[in-house]
T-cell receptor, first 112, second 110 residues
């Protein structure tokens, strides 16, 4: 059974650019959640997708958006990048919305 | 949202038990208590969760106070691979949003 995978592993962007991060959920999981983890802090919830619809959102601005595809993989898009967007972005999948979440290794985004 | 309070760090000797406390005095009746851990350079990993009764699995045990205002994660025999940040989290939404705090950094010494 393949776990949650994320790509790319690392990414460097400049302020004002746009970025797309990708996540493949664990087999059979229909729910994907995204988190942002700044250095030295715990992960912060961005949003959750369930069956291709946004199912809940944390305290992040609209320039953070997402998609979920019919195979339940997901993308996180961030527009107009700011320096404070530099962080580890984590994706987690679960069998259903309130079930145990299984995390990927994350994408390390650096904004210069 | 209900919050949790954990010590910043704890040290343990290898093969000794580790008791990680968590206070959650504002917990509501439907909140589950979850524990995740994050090893260096990895995503968080599920450890255990419970509602009212004590829970055991192959990784750890979870002891929940009778009034549910606190809980303790017990690692029965710490190994060097258990060195990680341990997060105690209450799931306050039916759709399972996890609100991570700063967690407890566990250091295991040989």
């Amino acid at each position: 059974e393949t776990g949650v995978t994320q790509s790319p592993t690392h990414l460097i962007k400049t302020r004002g650019q746009q970025v797309t991060l990708r996540c493949s959920s664990q087999s059979g999981h229909n729910t994907v959640s995204w988190y942002q983890q700044a250095l030295g802090q715990g992960p912060q919830f961005i949003f959750q997708y369930y069956r291709e619809e946004e199912n809940g959102r944390g305290n992040f601005p609209p320039r953070f958006s997402g998609l979920q595809f019919p195979n339940y993989s997901s993308e996180l898009n961030v527009n107009a990048l700011e320096l404070d967007d530099s962080a580890l972005y984590l994706c987690a999948s679960s069998l259903k919305t309130a079930d145990t979440q299984y995390f990927g290794p994350g994408t390390r985004l650096t904004v210069l | 949202d209900a919050k949790t309070t954990q010590p910043n760090s704890m040290e343990s000797n290898e093969e000794e038990p580790v008791h990680l406390p968590c206070n959650h005095s504002t917990i509501s009746g439907t909140d589950y208590i979850h524990w995740y851990r994050q090893l260096p350079s990895q995503g968080p990993e599920y450890v255990i969760h419970g509602l009212t009764s004590n829970v055991n699995n192959r990784m750890a045990s979870l002891a929940i106070a009778e009034d549910r205002k606190s809980s303790t994660l017990i690692l029965h025999r710490a190994t060097l691979r258990d060195a990680a940040v341990y997060y105690c989290i209450l799931s306050t939404d039916s759709w399972g949003k996890l609100q991570f705090g700063a967690g407890t950094q566990v250091v295991v010494t040989p």
